[in-house]
């Protein structure tokens, strides 16, 4: 079973737990026995393209949070290995501002949430309807991104049928482009395990203990992981591992939960083919 955990975030971003500190989080990835782990929060903007609020740390706020994650490294080094990164999105025109990140962590991942429109206008994944050329754009901007060796793993890489039920030829499309540039880059690509939690025992954010069969009836309202992208997914020679994106407290004490639940939404079959990174 997987021992670790790269995505991981803080109050900083806005809309995770506010009350939770950072060690809170360590605390409960030690309790449930992983061995590394690493915060990537939503990366601060040098230039602030993505406007909304409550999605990302400032960019002021940068050095604090990077200083403060290597403090708890030292802090908890006999106990857990921990490292500091952000969850950032390829943008183009934004490749040396990315890079200057990268050099500044020790953990990378690229969280593609949103795209530009012809007009250069931001156009979001589940908010808006995107047109079979924005559905390419996105593949490529993921393609972009990991022929510029800037993500160590790629979150979420089917984040794209958020809102969507129907997986046809384009979508299909897009997971072959996605699919044949992780195997040729060698970069793995992640089960990411927060849309089924917020759909199960996180429902209108609060914390539920329903038994996991009750969770179960519900995953009919989970857009990803997707079953179809998977199965895709294993015909390639590519590496894969699971995010737990935690957001929250009692997140992390789900895990093995969680990734019964994904076991479920993607079928046990398709995931005896995936090859799981083991560290």
């Excluded at 903007?45 to 990077?66: C, L, Q, T």
């Amino acid at each position: 079973m997987q021992n670790f955990n790269y995505h991981s975030h803080t109050f900083r971003c806005g809309h995770a737990d506010l009350e939770a500190k950072d060690e809170d989080y360590v605390k409960e990835y030690i309790k449930m026995g992983f061995k590394k782990i690493a915060f990537t929060d939503h990366c601060p903007e040098k230039n602030v393209i993505d406007k909304r609020p409550k999605i990302r740390m400032d960019y002021s706020e940068k050095d604090e949070y990077i200083s403060e994650i290597k403090s708890l490294k030292e802090k908890y080094a006999d106990k857990i290995e921990i490292k500091v990164g952000f969850e950032i999105e390829y943008l183009p025109g934004e490749e040396e501002n990315l890079k200057e990140l990268k050099n500044e962590s020790e953990k990378i991942i690229l969280g593609q949430h949103f795209i530009y429109d012809d007009e250069y206008q931001l156009k979001y994944c589940g908010n808006s309807d995107f047109t079979d050329k924005e559905f390419i754009r996105y593949a490529n901007y993921i393609q972009n991104a990991m022929e510029l060796n800037l993500p160590d793993i790629v979150a979420h890489p089917d984040m794209y049928m958020f809102g969507r039920k129907d997986f046809g030829e384009i979508e299909s499309r897009v997971a072959n482009i996605i699919c044949a540039s992780a195997e040729k880059y060698k970069i793995p690509l992640e089960i990411n395990l927060n849309n089924i939690f917020h759909n199960t025992y996180f429902e209108n954010r609060k914390l539920n203990n329903e038994d996991i069969e009750k969770q179960k009836a519900k995953l009919n309202n989970v857009f990803y992981p997707c079953e179809n992208f998977w199965e895709i997914a294993s015909k390639y020679d590519i590496k894969v591992v699971y995010g737990i994106d935690t957001h929250f407290r009692g997140q992390i004490l789900l895990w093995n939960e969680l990734i019964e639940l994904a076991s479920e939404v993607i079928g046990k079959d398709i995931i005896k083919k995936l090859n799981f990174v083991e560290e």
